[in-house]
């Protein structure tokens, strides 16, 4: 799941967490999902809540967030 910013991922916690499955949503990105961030403002977000498996460019740009999980998809066939 692509994230571009961290207001999106802190908004999709606060409606998984009124919804009452933060942690199933939480759970799922620690083997189902993986969580792609645009750059380290948006990584920290993530890692606020706890997640862990991110891909994050070196250069935070979409586009090298997109090359970015090529080269994971790639390595990890």
Same mark, same amino acid.
């Given at each position: 799941?692509?994230?571009? =910013? /961290?207001?999106?991922?802190?908004? &999709? *916690?606060?409606?998984? %967490?009124?919804q009452?499955?933060?942690?199933?949503?939480?759970? =799922?990105?620690?083997?189902? +999902?993986?969580? +792609? =961030? +645009?750059? %380290?403002?948006? *990584?920290?977000? &993530?890692?606020?809540?706890?997640?862990?498996?991110?891909?994050?460019?070196?250069?935070? %740009?979409?586009? *090298?967030?997109? +090359?970015?999980?090529?080269?994971?998809v /790639?390595?990890? %066939?």
């Amino acid at each position: 799941m692509a994230f571009t =910013s /961290a207001p999106q991922f802190r908004f &999709l *916690s606060q409606y998984a %967490r009124e919804q009452g499955k933060l942690e199933e949503m939480l759970k =799922s990105f620690e083997d189902k +999902v993986l969580a +792609v =961030s +645009v750059g %380290r403002i948006t *990584s920290e977000a &993530l890692k606020e809540e706890g997640l862990q498996r991110i891909i994050m460019p070196e250069h935070e %740009r979409m586009g *090298s967030m997109i +090359v970015e999980l090529g080269k994971y998809v /790639a390595a990890n %066939r």
